[in-house]
């Protein structure tokens, strides 16, 4: 009834045949042997998440401290990876398919071995994943890791004035700033992993904030400030952020946490997505990621390149598009 494609056609957009594609070129390598190739059915996306490359080192940003991050490839440790790895977590949630949990149990092995990173509000962001990924496995190694970034969370990342979880990222201290995305970053993996420890305070410091983040009222300051600036500025059609909310939308209409009326406006974005992914399953038209700016201007030059986190936001969205067809 609502179907904007056939399901072969959808499932034809997140399944590949098995033909291994060559490697685009040479340029920096990505250690994890693609284990999708030969491995019927796989999603396209996926695979091309796991195999995005940045073979001229464009993107690759430089810390004062000798650190080199990469928010690009799959092999680095930035929130875009947290973000992929929750997306592939909700296809094996949907799949039960050990490929998909090996790619993610891979990814967390091989940043293991090379000693962590450093904390801060972005790279928190793969502990979502990881504390799901422990509540179905319970491989004992990940427990203090999920202990001390929690920790780190609950008690030490720097605080704004008013006990807000102040935006410091590998790049900059963002003395006093307070961005929302710091829910999926760090909120949403404390609550989970409090939950999963039984550390009842740190829900209890979270949730509230989730709730007061979500629930802002018509003539609340803050939604009024962030409606201005919406519709103040003119900048590209970053597909990315389409798939958040079509995934975003369609979720909450099945979950009934709003009318079924806003399902027509999900389903307009699903279709967008599904316009902009193209044959080897790369979601065009994202965004490199949002970096802090300090005039307009900055945002509208951010360049359109593949990324894993806009990868994965691609097929959530497709996914929770998938559920209309159970
Ligand atoms: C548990 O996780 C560690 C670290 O990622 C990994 O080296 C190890 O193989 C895992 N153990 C099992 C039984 O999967
Ligand atoms: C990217 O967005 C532009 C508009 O900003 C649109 O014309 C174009 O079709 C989009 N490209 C893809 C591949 O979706």
């Given at each position: 009834?609502?179907?904007?494609?056939?399901?072969?056609?959808?499932?034809?957009?997140?399944?590949?045949?098995?033909?291994?594609?060559?490697?685009?070129?040479?340029?920096?390598?990505?250690?994890?042997?693609?284990?999708?190739?030969?491995?019927?059915?796989?999603?396209?996306?996926?695979?091309?998440?796991?195999?995005?490359?940045?073979?001229?080192?464009?993107?690759?940003?430089?810390?004062?401290?000798?650190?080199?991050?990469?928010?690009?490839?799959?092999?680095?440790?930035?929130?875009?990876?947290?973000?992929?790895?929750?997306?592939?977590?909700?296809?094996?949630?949907?799949?039960?398919?050990?490929?998909?949990?090996?790619?993610?149990?891979?990814?967390?092995?091989?940043?293991?071995?090379?000693?962590?990173?450093?904390?801060?509000?972005?790279?928190?962001?793969?502990?979502?994943?990881?504390?799901?990924?422990?509540?179905?496995?319970?491989?004992?190694?990940?427990?203090?890791?999920?202990?001390?970034?929690?920790?780190?969370?609950?008690?030490?990342?720097?605080?704004?004035?008013?006990?807000?979880?102040?935006?410091?990222?590998?790049?900059?201290?963002?003395?006093?700033?307070?961005w929302d995305d710091t829910l999926m970053m760090t909120v949403m993996p404390l609550a989970k992993i409090g939950k999963l420890l039984g550390r009842d305070d740190w829900c209890t410091m979270v949730i509230p904030e989730i709730l007061e983040l979500l629930e802002l009222d018509v003539n609340d300051p803050v939604r009024c400030h962030l409606c201005e600036t919406l519709e103040a500025q003119y900048s590209y059609l970053e597909a990315s952020a389409t798939a958040g909310f079509a995934y975003g939308i369609l979720k909450a209409v099945r979950r009934r946490y709003i009318g079924a009326e806003y399902r027509d406006v999900g389903l307009r974005a699903v279709q967008s997505v599904l316009r902009d992914v193209d044959e080897q399953g790369e979601l065009r038209n994202t965004s490199y990621g949002t970096p802090m700016g300090h005039d307009l201007q900055f945002y509208k030059d951010i360049p359109i390149t593949s990324m894993p986190y806009g990868q994965a936001m691609a097929i959530m969205a497709l996914a929770e598009y998938l559920r209309t067809y159970l």
């Open positions: 009834m609502f179907c904007l494609v056939s399901l072969q056609e959808l499932l034809s957009t997140l399944f590949l045949s098995p033909t291994p594609s060559p490697p685009r070129n040479n340029g920096i390598r990505i250690h994890i042997e693609t284990p999708l190739h030969g491995n019927p059915p796989c999603y396209r996306p996926i695979n091309n998440l796991i195999n995005i490359r940045d073979d001229t080192g464009e993107f690759l940003v430089h810390l004062k401290n000798g650190q080199t991050i990469q928010a690009k490839c799959w092999n680095g440790w930035e929130w875009t990876h947290g973000v992929g790895l929750y997306g592939i977590w909700k296809i094996y949630e949907m799949t039960g398919k050990e490929l998909y949990l090996k790619i993610i149990e891979d990814w967390f092995a091989e940043r293991f071995m090379e000693g962590g990173t450093s904390k801060n509000i972005n790279t928190m962001a793969p502990f979502l994943t990881l504390a799901y990924v422990y509540e179905r496995t319970r491989n004992q190694t990940y427990l203090p890791w999920l202990d001390a970034w929690a920790e780190w969370a609950m008690y030490d990342l720097p605080r704004t004035n008013y006990g807000g979880m102040q935006h410091i990222t590998y790049v900059d201290e963002n003395e006093q700033e307070l």
